[in-house]
């Protein structure tokens, strides 16, 4: 059964830099899919970040794609973000996921339980 | 900026069948899926490539994708059913776009 799940600091300060990671257990990554994030901030609905392939290639929501990046490590079978220059508009519950892409297939078929990220001095 | 608009809130009694469409420009010509989010709990995936269900999702989930309205139906529609649900199609691009969401009560 594959699993997901999300590490990484609870409070972000202003101008500062996000880093979480989400390690993959039940599945190799280097055996295929896309690996992505979405996020959800509080009482809203659920925003797409980003995906990477075990090849290191990516998709990047345009509206973020100027603060993010997403990087895969095969060896610790886990897979990262890192968003820069957090605002509070960056305080969310953030989701790992597995991606589904091929064709015309795309849908997110796992999910991690979510780690709850707040922007704070 | 490409959107999917759902109905914010669908109401049904037990035992009825709850239909839930997502509009959009060109849906028809996208697969779309559809995830269910309880209170507190990470989104699950119910219903993929229009029609599909993952193993372990109940056959009173069905989607539908005709006339460029994807619908998402709970048939005999119980308690365990209120959640949230979200539509979800790939822009073409590099791009998911989530639907904006509907509650489901049971009333």
């Known amino acids: 059964q594959v699993q997901l799940q999300e590490s990484g600091p609870g409070v972000v300060k202003p101008s500062e830099t996000l880093s979480l990671t989400c390690t993959v257990s039940?599945?190799?990554?280097?055996?295929?899919?896309?690996w992505g994030w979405v996020r959800q901030s509080p009482g809203k609905g659920l925003e797409y970040i980003g995906s990477?392939?075990?090849?290191?290639?990516?998709y990047y929501n345009p509206s973020l794609k100027s603060r993010i990046s997403i990087s895969v490590d095969t060896s610790n079978n886990q897979f990262s973000l890192r968003v820069t220059s957090v605002t509070a508009a960056d305080a969310a519950v953030y989701y790992c996921?597995?991606?589904?892409?091929?064709?015309?297939?795309?849908?997110?078929?796992?999910w991690g339980k979510g780690t709850t990220v707040t922007v704070s001095s | 900026s490409w959107d999917l608009t759902q109905p914010p809130s669908v109401s049904v009694s037990p035992g009825q069948t709850a239909s839930i469409p997502c509009s959009g420009d060109n849906l028809s010509n996208k697969y779309v899926s559809w995830y269910q989010q309880k209170p507190g709990q990470s989104p699950v995936l119910v219903i993929y490539e229009d029609t599909k269900r993952p193993s372990g999702i109940s056959e009173r989930f069905s989607g539908s994708n005709s006339g460029n309205t994807p619908t998402l139906t709970i048939s005999g529609t119980q308690s365990l059913d209120e959640a949230d649900y979200y539509c979800q199609a790939w822009d073409g691009s590099t791009l998911y776009v989530f639907g904006t969401g509907t509650k489901v009560t049971v009333l």
């Open positions: 996921v597995r991606d589904v892409v091929g064709g015309k297939k795309y849908y997110m078929d796992v």
């Open positions: 039940g599945y190799s990554i280097s055996s295929g899919y896309y």
């Open positions: 990477v392939f075990q090849s290191g290639s990516t």
